[in-house]
């Protein structure tokens, strides 16, 4: 057996751009599938809100 895994944690979910209907319909979306326990589909929409491309929004890793 290896040494220890060393994990960070998760990083927090992205912020919607304001006035970003794409990047709300995903805020609702990740909503509905943490109600309904589907992380995997939360995790989806988070990629896509921190993906989408906005003029002079720098992405945050």
């Known amino acids: 057996m290896g040494g ?3 994990l960070r944690l998760p990083h927090a979910p992205p912020k919607p751009a304001p006035g970003c209907a794409v990047c709300a319909e ?3 979306r990740r909503r ?3 109600g309904r326990g589907d992380f ?3 995790t989806d929409a988070d990629v896509e809100i921190r993906h989408h491309p906005h003029p ?3 992405r945050r890793h």
Request: no cysteine; proline share 7%.
């Open 4 to 6: 220890p895994v060393h």
């Open 40 to 42: 995997s589909a939360a």
């Open 26 to 28: 995903m805020a609702v």
């Open 32 to 34: 509905a599938a943490r």
């Open 56 to 58: 002079g929004r720098t």
